[in-house]
């Protein structure tokens, strides 16, 4: 990490002074987004959140220290993808990116989508979807055969109520956020063992990403046991995300987290460099298709 980094050139999170850790080469962010005002917001959006530019993000990741990121369609947008796709030109190939579509999307489009960097939709279950659960099956079809995958935020009392549809989907199957497994007792939530159980089929990874959605400390400690077990347990099958610019929280007007200590905290649980390896870098280039190239 650059610690050396101010406030003021930092948008969207609370900075500390922290010992810096070294991330592995090629190291990617899987969660990030931007908002650009120059695209409208979908007429039914109530947040009218602030800009969080591609050149805002530049010195975020420049901070932290990674390569690689992956942006995601925030539901600002609806299935209005233009934003992304002007994100994705301007980074170039260390991108990848998450596009929302429906299921009236055709072929065209998917491939005009695919040719920018697109490698996966992304079903958000929460405020301002227009995307259903009816909408699961027919476009994990359709994205399965171009070797995509299907991305989805939901909690996680929406998730086991998903359950028998999200063992059908075809694929690749990405869970936002760990799940969204609630505090003071996240693994008794029986979308605990759901994860496992998807996990356990070999296609579904973990995106360990927005740790203070459920967490109740703003060091994110209490998080510990779950992401520990995520990142042992599961290995093969874990990415990180910073979900900059959390635009949750920048709706809710609540105080920014610190990036730099929660990215500290989860390389420190990871324990070992094999672990950071599989996390930062090898899971996020098998799952998005980064190579030598883009770094």
């Given amino acids: 990490m650059n610690n050396e980094k101010t406030e003021a050139e930092i948008k969207y999170s609370h900075i500390t002074s922290l010992p810096g850790v070294v991330l592995p ?37 420049h901070w932290l220290g990674f390569t690689r990121h992956v942006l995601v369609q925030p539901s600002s947008y609806g299935a209005d993808n233009r934003c ?18 429906t299921d009236s999307v055709s072929d065209a489009e998917l491939d005009w989508l695919a040719a920018a960097g697109v490698t996966g939709i992304r079903f958000n279950f929460g405020a301002g979807s227009i995307t259903t659960p009816e909408m699961l099956l027919p476009l994990a079809a359709r994205v399965a055969e171009r070797g995509w995958h299907v991305q989805i935020h939901a909690t996680a009392d929406q998730l086991w109520e998903l359950r028998a549809l999200l063992t059908q ?11 969204r497994l609630p505090q003071p007792e996240p693994m008794s939530h029986p979308a605990w063992k759901l994860a496992w159980d998807l996990i356990g089929t070999g296609r579904c990874w973990v995106k360990l990403s927005a740790l203070y959605h459920q967490s109740q400390r703003d060091d994110v400690s209490d998080m510990a046991g779950v992401i520990k077990g995520f990142l042992h347990e599961a290995t093969e099958r874990v990415v990180w995300g910073s979900d900059w610019p959390h635009p949750n929280l920048i709706s809710a007007n609540k105080k920014m987290p610190d990036d730099a200590l929660i990215l500290s905290n989860i390389f420190h649980w990871a324990s070992n460099d094999r672990v950071r390896q599989k996390l930062f870098v090898d899971n996020p280039a098998e799952l998005y298709g980064f190579n030598s190239s883009s770094s």
């Fill in 84 to 101: 992304l796709l002007d994100a994705l030109k301007s980074f170039g190939p260390v991108a990848r990116g998450e596009a929302v579509v």
């Fill in 169 to 179: 989907l075809p694929g690749r199957l990405v869970i936002d956020h760990f799940f």
């Fill in 25 to 61: 080469a090629n190291s990617c962010d899987c969660h990030h987004h931007i908002f650009d005002r120059r695209y409208p917001y979908a007429p039914d959006d109530k947040r009218n959140l602030p800009a969080a530019t591609v050149s805002d993000y530049r010195a975020f990741k």
